[in-house]
């Protein structure tokens, strides 16, 4: 992988700042966008700027057109059998909100078993139903060194579950869960799973059926796509469970005598004029990431993250937050400081050599007040980073830490 040549395809990358070229270190918040992305979506603004399914101009039957091959493209890089089992969203947090507003309300409250360690996403909007009467959560642990553990998920499960839904991977400890494992066992106990897939799209395509996945929940931004665009993948047989999160124009058919229609699948879910520039930028990220080599990714992004934990071990008072080692992490270096406040610490990397790192809870505010966890900071590198950025941060966090601390 020529990690030099593909930071020319990200303009972000090359932009000289008071302290030299940017090192940005919070891709698990946000990744860059190269330049495929923003031409793609400046194409539908400046070319066809119609609308989807209400009109049959040549602007419009363009839009259309791109906009249900962007879906195909998705449903492709995702693994499912076909386009209209891919739901376009804003975001990771409304595909989750429509699937849990879909289970909540029936006659038995659904049963909802998700992780200790969750981000506010995959939480929330299960603890407002669960408040509200209207289904029932509860929250396993895991392992100590905060990996999964089967023996407590599979205790869990023998109380009873309707749906699992956990994250692909973690945005706090970057583990990958056994998702294929999570999910026979989910489907033996009669339970559907939901991933959070907001950390698990940003290396390539991967295969919703090889994971067992019922539902599939991603942003576009976390894999070099558009913010405020993302999708909900949902296996047609459990698309009926779906009730529509938001009515009105594009989710009907045709209203009469004070009753309506929905239309069909996945349109009734797309209410209101779509992001189509979201949509074309999104493809375009698509086409991108299935271009590269997901393992070539895996492995520059192992090494750089190997390289800085060796770095910066022996730090007194520094201590990692996940496994001690690198590999079980993947992207992401999460660690607290004693005595050192983590937004401060932050704010030091960005101003004296413009490392960006996120700093905080990392929206996952539960796990952090109840085990005690003060706000840490967090790498969470990718393909784009470079072995120079690793060692400038090591060299970096060390000078402040010895300087200031």
Known sequence: MNVAQLREDFPALN?????????????????????????????????FS?????????????????????????????????????????????????????????????????????????????????????????????????TFDKERFRAALTKGADLVSIPHKSHVTGCEYPVREIADMAHEAGALLLLDGAQGVSYGKIDVHALGADFY????????GPSGFGALYADKEHQPRLAPLILGGETVDDVSGGAYSLTEP????EAGLQNYAGALGLEAAVDYLAKA???????????????????????????????????????????????????????????TARIMVRAGKLCSHAWY?????????????????????????????RNLINHFY
């Open 217 to 224: 929940a991603f942003s576009a931004h976390k894999m070099l």
């Open 293 to 351: 080599d997901p393992r070539a990714i895996r492995a520059h992004i192992a090494s750089l993250n190997a390289m800085i934990t060796a770095g910066i071990s022996g730090i007194q008072g520094l201590s990692i937050i996940g496994p001690d080692d690198p590999a079980l992490r993947s992207n992401i270096l999460n660690f607290t400081a004693e005595g050192i406040d983590s937004v401060e610490l932050a704010e030091m990397l960005d101003k």
């Open 50 to 146: 119609g609308c989807h399914r209400r009109a049959y101009h040549a602007f419009a039957r363009e839009t259309a057109s791109r906009f249900e091959r962007a879906r195909a493209s998705v449903a492709a890089f995702l693994g499912a059998t076909e386009p209209s089992e891919i739901i376009f969203l804003r975001n990771t947090t409304e595909a989750i909100n429509l699937v849990a507003r879909s289970f909540a309300g029936s006659r038995r409250p659904a049963r909802v078993l998700t992780t200790e360690l969750e981000h506010n996403s995959n939480l929330i909007p299960w603890m407002e139903l669960s408040r509200q009467g209207l289904l029932q959560l509860s929250c396993f642990k895991l392992a100590d060194n905060l």
């Open 15 to 47: 932009r000289k700042t008071d302290v030299g070229l940017p090192v940005y270190f919070d891709n698990a918040c946000v990744t860059l966008r190269p330049y495929s992305v923003i031409r793609a979506m400046n194409e539908y603004y400046e070319k």
């Open 369 to 397: 007040n109840s085990s005690g966890t003060p706000p840490s900071v967090r790498l969470s590198l990718y393909f784009y980073n470079t072995n120079r950025e690793a060692e400038l941060f090591v060299k970096t966090l």
């Open 266 to 269: 996945p349109y009734c879910y």
